[in-house]
T-cell receptor
Framework: AQRVTQPEKLLSVFKGAPVELKCNYSYSGSPELFWYVQYSRQRLQLLLRHISRESIKGFTADLNKGETSFHLKKPFAQEEDSAMYYCALRPGGGADGLTFGKGTHLIIQP | NAGVTQTPKFRVLKTGQSMTLLCAQD?????MYWYRQDPGMGLRLIHY???????AKGEVPDGYNVSRLKKQNFLLGLESAAPSQTSVYFC???????????????FGPGTRLTVL
């Protein structure tokens, strides 16, 4: 069975500092990886997916198959980035549900 | 478009009571999902459906039943609620891009359920 690990429950950085939220996964095939964000009192929404290779709100994430990682990065954190971030995996790009990590609570201090 | 909506937003049950959570989507999506979110656990898949009239078990299906009688609705039932089912329940929907690929999942606002 697949697994997603987010080692940091809480990450606190100062505004303007770089941010890296770690995500490691285990899956025997070729998964699809996502980052979802949940702002306070809002629903879960997609931030990034690895196949699109986009930069959303200044965030990027690169799939490293050798290290089985999909870390989320932003060079300069902003206060509005404070939220819960979830890394998720979908096996083989099918209609199966997502497997989520436990989430990282990112706090950006002024 | 309302997107994915969930009814009710909050509910308190006593142990042994039953209830049904309703998820509705107006995006004509084929695939629908129910997750539960517990503190420190992330989201875990309960059941899902790949089309009207079909359902499948996810990671944590015990104690829940589901039905997808209409494409736009996905119901999650608790026949005999237990305190361990206290959680926030999220519904999601998705669709096929028609090239063997699938779009991301779109989530509802959640239902906060407390079982006493």
């Amino acid at each position: 069975a697949q697994r997603v690990t987010q080692p940091e429950k809480l990450l606190s950085v100062f505004k303007g500092a770089p941010v890296e939220l770690k995500c490691n996964y285990s899956y025997s095939g070729s998964p699809e990886l996502f980052w979802y964000v949940q702002y306070s009192r809002q629903r879960l929404q997609l931030l990034l997916r690895h196949i699109s290779r986009e930069s959303i709100k200044g965030f990027t994430a690169d799939l490293n198959k050798g290290e089985t990682s999909f870390h989320l990065k932003k060079p300069f954190a902003q206060e509005e980035d404070s939220a819960m971030y979830y890394c998720a995996l979908r096996p083989g790009g099918g209609a199966d549900g997502l497997t989520f990590g436990k989430g990282t609570h990112l706090i950006i201090q002024p | 478009n309302a997107g994915v909506t969930q009814t009710p937003k909050f509910r308190v049950l006593k142990t042994g009571q039953s209830m049904t959570l309703l998820c509705a989507q107006d995006m004509n999506h084929e695939y629908m999902y129910w997750y539960r979110q517990d503190p420190g656990m992330g989201l875990r898949l309960i059941h899902y459906s790949v089309g009207e009239g079909t359902t499948a078990k996810g990671e944590v299906p015990d104690g829940y039943n589901v039905s997808r009688l209409k494409k736009q609705n996905f119901l999650l039932g608790l026949e005999s609620a237990a305190p361990s089912q206290t959680s926030v329940y999220f519904c999601a929907s998705s669709f096929s891009l028609g090239t063997g690929e699938f779009d991301t999942q779109y989530f509802g606002p959640g239902t906060r359920l407390t079982v006493l």
